[in-house]
Each structure stands twice: as structure tokens, then as C-alpha cells.
């Protein structure tokens, strides 16, 4: 008996997948680019960013009356006129107790609001996030009338508390959405082995959700804080005693209709602007930090 052998197949050729790129010939890309078209750029940029704190130091320092472009001789005349002839070290005091009272309120009230978006489900969840969304394209303005009639009626015109109540309000919802995006990228599955070992939600929440929210609560925190510090209308509307009043209405006071004293203007803007530098300095990477782990969907 004769038997036919099988035709052989040829194998199919099997094809070579292509490695990534290794770092050095990353980096031997990124050489190729001429340093001028990164370099030239970001120095303009930061000569634009740079002259107009140049131009306030140099109206602070300087003497009244000099035209000259280097602050020489040096002067502290302004700082002390400002803060004490203008009452800036109450404007301080002022803009310090709002803007630590509105961070407090904000973060503990949006960390609640946050945690319940992130891990409940309820109807009208869907419904409420939009909500909230759509209250950041009102202008406070449109509600300064009504809030005015509110805090009227309250008798908390010319109170300190009437500002932080609206810095937080509109801080609120904003805050809510950012720590909703923290607390989910938490695994659910680290809560649930807190419960098996005994512990509540409050103490399951407190001892292993709240430690790794440390840098969401601390950008959500500090930009609080910042708007708390820099804004103008509630302060303006709301407070109508001098000794009452924060350092954006303090600064306004140096600008009359006849004349305006660049110098003392330029020294409180400095003192204004030092504390936000100091926080931003000292938090730089836990805002990186909070704000990358926010953008990542969990």
C-alpha cells in the first residue's frame, strides 16, 4: 500500500515587532532641536513677566519724586506710610482671618460634599453635577444684590463672617468637584478592608481615605485661601467700616479721582502680594502633586 505524504506548509513568516525607543535615542532626538527655539521664547516670556515686578519694586523703593530706573538711594519710607498711616496692618489682620476662615470652611465642607459624590448613587446625582458646573459661569456680581438683602436681614452687614459666607459659597462648588475626582481615585477596596477589621465609616474615611487626600486638600486649600485673599467686590459691598476692611479695598483707597501715590500704591501691593508668593512657594508640590492625581480618572 502506498501512502501519500502531506504537502508541507511553509510557516507563516512571523514579523518582528519594533522595539520602543530606547532613552538615549530619546534624548539624542531632544539634541537635535536647536537650543535657540527653546531658549528664546521662554526668555521672552520671562522678560515679560518679570518687568512689571521690576517696575512696582522700583516705585516702592525709590524715593517720592525720583525718575530714576534703579531704586538707588533705596527707601522704606512708603512701606511705613502704607502700613501705618494707611492702616494696611489692620487691612492684613483683616484678609488674614477671611482668607484662613474660608479655607477652613471650604475644604471641610466640599471634603463631605466630595466624598458623597465620589462614593454614593443617588437619582439626581447626574443632575447635581451639572449643577454645580453650571454655577461657575455666574458672575458673583449678579449676586451681589440679593446676597446684600440676605445678610441685611441677618444683620451681618459690616461683618467679617458676611465675606467668608460668600467666599465659600462660591468657592464651594468648584471645590466639591475637584475632591470628588481625588476621593475616587482612592480604591474602594482599601475601605472595605478597614470595615472588615472593625471600623466605621467615619473612622475607615478619617484613618485611610483622608491621609492620601492630603495633597487634593491642600490645592483646593491654598486656591481658597488665594481667592479669599485677592478678591474685591464682597469686601467692598459688604464691609463699610475702615477698620473692617482687607487689603484689595485697602489698595483701592490709595487711588483718588485727583491724584495717586504710586509709591505708598506699589509698597501695598508688594505686601499684598508677598503672602500669596510665600504659600505658592511653600506648596508647589502638593498643588503638582494633588492636581496630577485629580486629572487621572480612577
Known amino acids: 500500500m502506498i501512502t501519500k505524504e ?26 537635535e532641536v536647536p537650543r535657540w527655539q527653546i531658549y528664546l521664547p521662554l526668555s521672552i516670556y520671562l522678560v515679560f513677566t518679570l518687568i512689571p515686578f521690576y517696575w512696582i519694586l522700583l516705585f516702592a523703593l525709590r524715593p517720592a519724586g525720583s525718575t530714576s530706573l534703579v531704586p538707588w538711594p533705596m527707601t522704606f519710607d512708603h512701606f511705613g506710610k502704607v502700613w501705618n498711616e494707611r492702616s494696611f496692618g489692620v487691612y492684613f489682620q483683616n484678609s488674614v482671618l477671611v482668607g484662613i476662615a474660608t479655607l477652613v470652611m471650604t475644604t471641610v465642607v466640599a471634603l463631605a460634599g466630595g466624598y458623597a459624590l465620589a462614593r454614593f448613587d443617588f437619582k439626581i446625582k447626574r443632575g447635581f453635577m451639572l449643577a454645580l458646573l453650571c454655577t461657575q459661569f455666574v458672575p458673583g456680581a449678579l449676586l451681589l444684590v440679593p446676597l446684600f438683602e440676605i445678610f ?31 476621593i475616587r481615585n482612592v480604591p474602594y ?11 466605621n465609616r467615619f ?21 481658597a485661601f488665594v481667592h479669599a485673599w485677592n478678591h474685591f467686590l464682597f469686601a467692598l459691598m459688604f464691609l463699610s467700616d475702615q477698620g473692617k476692611q482687607t487689603i484689595p479695598v485697602g489698595l483701592n483707597t490709595l487711588m483718588s479721582a485727583d491724584s495717586v501715590d504710586l509709591g505708598a500704591l506699589a509698597a501695598g501691593g508688594i505686601i499684598a502680594a508677598v503672602p500669596v508668593v510665600i504659600v505658592f512657594a511653600f506648596i508647589q508640590k502638593w498643588l503638582i502633586t494633588g492636581f496630577s492625581a485629580g486629572a487621572v480618572k480612577g
Open 189 to 199: 477596596s482599601l475601605e472595605e478592608a478597614a470595615w472588615v477589621d472593625g471600623c
Open 203 to 223: 473612622t475607615s474615611f478619617r484613618i485611610v481615605v483622608l491621609p492620601l487626600l492630603r495633597p487634593g486638600l491642600i490645592a483646593v486649600g491654598s486656591f
Open 152 to 182: 441685611a436681614n441677618l444683620r451681618m452687614i459690616n461683618s467679617l463672617a458676611s465675606v467668608v459666607i460668600a467666599e465659600t459659597v462660591f468657592q464651594l462648588p468648584l471645590s466639591m468637584i475637584l475632591i470628588s475626582g481625588f
Open 6 to 31: 502531506a504537502p508541507q506548509v511553509a510557516p507563516a513568516p512571523v514579523r518582528a515587532v519594533p522595539e520602543p525607543p530606547r532613552p538615549a535615542e530619546r534624548r539624542r532626538a531632544w539634541d
